[in-house]
């Protein structure tokens, strides 16, 4: 009977029940045997090999995967040895490189933090996988500005099953910092330089709800964990940021000849923009990410000076 179970499976659709089914049948991963389990010795194995071919036609699927996918390869992959998870993960961050796939992976590597995954990938296997895996999920192949975030809604009727989220995009970066390279090579470094490299393509919306969102949680997560905000990068980042979103949002003083009412109501939106970044950033930490002079222009124009 056991011989004949893949057939049996491999007619359901659905890939969620068919993992379901297999995980209900075999021992479960804390070595807990089932009723089928105790009559099946072989259903160890079988259950892996199924759980195997399972993750197997997920890849191979032409579907984006979602947020909602995590927990269901999760529950598949913890049926694996060591090695195989490995090969697994690997597999999938090969198989899905567009950037629509990154809310997902990001799931996936914040899996890697978790006891679950230390369990399962002991000796720092987790932490190790994470590096290696981590440097493909940002790079110049991929455009940012194409990022499903919540407020821009692309591709999708249900746009919250893709989109990253600024406080997500944070852990990520955070994750980096913690997870800093046996060599001393910074992992946060590159992920930040490569933002700053691809910032001018950011629409409005996304700067002023995603990005700028994105860079008031980094701040104060970095400084919590004793990092350094002037060095090169953060500043860089920072000077981009307010000045695409200025160029952006606010655009050119308008000159004259101009009603006194349309300069009226440019420089109040120069003050609400300015405002949210004096009202989200201590001066401290901005006087380190601009220097003195950029620090005090910024709270001028936010009309605090």
Known sequence: MLDRLPLVI?????????????????????????????????????????????IETFIKTPQTPSTSD?????????????????????????????????????????????PAAASHLPNSGNIELFRSLSVGVFNRQKR????????????????HLWAVTPHG??????DLNDFQSTDGASLIEPFIQEINVQCTTFPADDMRDFWM????????????????????????LTRQ?????????????????????????WRKLQKELYSTVTQNI???NLTSLLGDEQADRVQSLAGLT
């Open 241 to 265: 940021f307010i000045e695409h979103l200025d160029n952006k949002v606010l655009g050119p003083c308008p000159s004259a000849p101009v009603a006194q009412d349309q300069l009226d109501e």
């Open 213 to 236: 969102p994105f860079l008031f949680q980094l701040i104060p997560a970095l400084v919590s964990r004793s990092v350094a905000l002037n060095i090169p990068v953060f500043q860089q």
């Open 10 to 54: 491999q007619r359901i659709i659905s890939m969620k029940i068919r993992i379901k089914i297999v995980a209900k049948m075999a021992t479960n991963p804390t070595g807990e045997a089932t009723v089928s389990n105790a009559v099946h010795p072989r259903m160890d194995i079988w259950a892996q090999d199924q759980m195997y071919q399972c």
């Open 282 to 284: 201590q001066h401290e």
């Open 144 to 159: 940012l500005s194409d990022i499903s975030t919540p407020t821009n809604q692309r591709w999708a009727h249900r746009p």
């Open 70 to 114: 995590i927990d269901m390869i999760i529950s598949a992959l913890v049926y694996l040895d060591e090695a195989t998870i490995s090969a697994r993960f690997t597999s999938i961050f090969a198989g899905f490189t567009h950037v629509r796939a990154t809310a997902f992976l990001l799931g996936l590597l914040s899996w890697l933090k978790t």
């Open 169 to 174: 995009l944070v852990q990520f970066a955070c």
